[in-house]
């Protein structure tokens, strides 16, 4: 595929003798396509060349030769330089790159023999998976997506919240109160869940509880037969629970690997900070200070004696680059956490493990929040359990199919895609920074920039395939048939998808494909209006045929990276 950028950088290269890797990253595609198809502001040669930019761009286009067949024409306006590449030649080479692959197109093998460790889900046993969880889920599950697509070794990590004080509260609430409290096959994590609760609450007016629940984590600590035993169930038990939300979501994961994995493995880190003089004492605790790097102290060992949060992460981030010697290492974690990575990084880097640390990347993003701006989080008291949201999601798709189209064959199963993917397209729509704004009302809206809106129009280009029998070829095409404004905007959509893909690996920002994915539905539904597909005359109907079929891979390769399902009909 000829790639414009480049080109048209060593074109000015060669006309002023600058390096090219100080124009490639200046060019621009213009909003306005009067402008031209790329731009380049001269004004960013200025200083180097002490001259202004509209001389700049005089001197360049009178120096330069410019191939009539990649370059149509260039135009000096307000110091920037106009290209207009040759739309024949773009749409014939555009076409014929992308029927080289078809159904694989915008993948590459960029990352080929390189891996990259993803952490990303990581709910805490013994609760009901929580919407507190989704963004980290589908977030995580795009990026392992989108990093596979470009010929990486993704290795999708749920480190599961399995150990810590909060099972010290369980197993105590289990054995103070297990004759209380009946424990029914299949909703048993409700039950411990209303332990924990009861505990918790109790512990507020009662200290001693607090030294009970920590006294029961030594014990798992150091396991005691029993305790380990009952710690088993309630993971058994949550991890089934956990299941049948990442069935609904489609989510799969390489490694489960939780916090207690790595038990065996901490006293090894700690070790290995003693013997590198980087842990001292403070309040009874064993910390690494971080005074020199404005940061807090990390604390590794409590004043209690037991292991935290920061003993496991650095254990499983040693195994992990041990392991896979990863390239990047990225941990999908809400905003809050951002000052605990910045310490285990700077941890990890100061036990010698400098390559490895600045490989890691905590990948933040915001809450959920309802159309009120109010966090969701609780009902009630408790948690917003993340399969009830998707269970209403495809109930109220349903509804919505069956007043519009009460024949659709395989509603169960169209229903679950379209609401399913609602839910995770209105998670990835924004920049992840932002909270995702939870409202029905928006969220299923099959005109607006939603899910529904771009499979309706997955299922338009099918339908318009499916109706013409069209079998994709390309060798008697006429394709100047496609030189038209619509077409051309197409074209250009389906042309950058690659780029788009790349782009969004290097943010970890998946919402650069939402959006992207969003233009290509709207510029094909404004080329829908505007051109009759199956026409009268064979070369346009079999010209516009193919630029439907498209469209459809582009759109289903897309939104696969998102995590999202087509449906065939709606």
């Known amino acids: 595929m000829i790639n414009y950028k480049n080109e048209i950088s060593k074109l000015i290269s060669d006309s002023i003798n600058i390096n090219i890797d100080n124009i490639t990253g200046f060019i621009e595609i213009p909003n306005d396509s009067n402008l031209g198809d790329y731009a380049f502001p001269c004004f960013r040669l200025a200083k180097e060349l002490k001259m202004p930019p509209q001389k700049i761009a005089e001197q360049i286009l009178e120096n330069m030769k410019y191939d009539k067949e990649l370059i149509d024409n260039i135009e000096i306006v307000g110091g920037y330089l106009n290209f207009f590449i040759n739309k024949e030649t773009f749409i014939r080479e555009s076409i014929k790159e992308f029927d080289k692959k078809r159904e694989n197109y915008g ?20 609760k009901p998976f929580h919407i507190g969880h989704l963004r980290s889920t589908v977030i995580g599950g795009s990026l392992y997506k989108i990093y596979k697509f470009l010929g990486y070794n993704s290795i999708g990590f749920n480190f599961l919240g399995d150990w810590g004080v909060q099972f010290g509260k369980v197993m105590a609430g289990i054995s103070l109160w297990k004759d209380e409290y009946k424990f029914i096959p299949g909703e048993e994590i409700n039950t411990i869940l209303d332990i924990y609760v009861r505990f918790s609450k109790e512990e507020k007016e ?9 006294s029961w984590l030594k014990k798992l600590e150091e396991h ?16 089934e629970n956990f299941q049948k939300t990442y069935k609904l979501l489609n989510s799969n994961f390489d490694v489960y690997h939780g916090e207690a994995y790595y038990n065996d493995k901490m006293q090894g880190v700690i070790d290995e900070l003693k013997s590198k003089n980087l842990l001292e004492e403070s309040e009874g605790a064993q910390v690494v200070n971080l005074d020199a790097y404005n940061m807090p102290p990390c604390i590794i060992i409590t004043s209690a004696g037991t292991s935290i949060y920061a003993t496991r992460d650095l254990a499983s981030l040693e195994d992990r680059a041990k392991t896979y010697d990863f390239e990047k290492a990225l941990y999908v974690v809400g905003n809050e956490q951002q000052l605990h990575f910045k310490q285990i990084f700077k941890v990890f880097e100061l036990m010698g493990y400098e ?3 600045k490989r890691c990347e905590h990948i933040p993003f915001g809450l959920v929040v309802d159309k009120n ?18 269970n209403e999601a495809i ?4 509804n919505i199919i069956l007043e519009k189209n009460p024949e659709i064959e395989n509603i169960d199963e169209t229903a679950r895609k379209i609401g399913v993917g609602a839910i995770i397209f209105n998670d990835l729509n924004n920049s992840r920074i932002k909270d995702e704004i939870f409202d029905w009302d928006m969220m299923l809206n099959f005109n607006g920039e939603t899910g529904p ?5 997955y299922v338009r280009t099918k339908s318009i395939l499916d109706k013409a029998e069209y079998i994709p070829n390309i060798e008697d095409m006429n394709m100047n048939k496609l030189l038209d404004k619509e077409s051309i905007n197409i074209i250009k959509d389906i042309y950058s998808f690659n780029d788009v893909v790349v782009e969004a690996a290097n943010k970890n920002e998946p919402s650069i494909i939402s959006r992207y994915v969003l233009d290509i539905a709207k510029n094909y539904s404004i080329f829908y209006n505007n051109n009759r597909i199956l026409s009268d005359d064979e070369e346009t109907t079999s010209a516009r045929l193919y630029l439907t079929y498209m469209v459809n891979i582009v759109i289903k390769n897309a939104t ?6 087509m449906p065939d009909k709606m």
Do not use: H
Not at 206 to 214: F, I, R, V, Y
Not at 224 to 239: A, M, P
Not at 395 to 398: A, C, E, L, M, T
């Open 453 to 457: 809106y771009i499979q309706y129009m």
């Open 560 to 565: 696969s990276l998102l995590g999202m399902e």
């Open 224 to 239: 005691d037969e029993e305790t380990y035993k009952t710690w088993e169930w309630i993971r058994k038990i949550s991890l």
């Open 373 to 390: 701006g109010k966090k969701i989080g609780s009902r009630t008291g408790n948690s917003v359990v993340l399969e009830d949201i998707i």
């Open 107 to 126: 993948s590459s093998d960029l990352g080929k023999g390189k891996n990259i460790v993803i952490d990303y889900s990581s709910p805490n046993i013994a």
């Open 206 to 214: 009662n200290p001693e509880m607090t030294k009970l629940a920590k």
């Open 355 to 357: 390559k490895y640390a």
């Open 395 to 398: 109930d109220k798709v349903k």
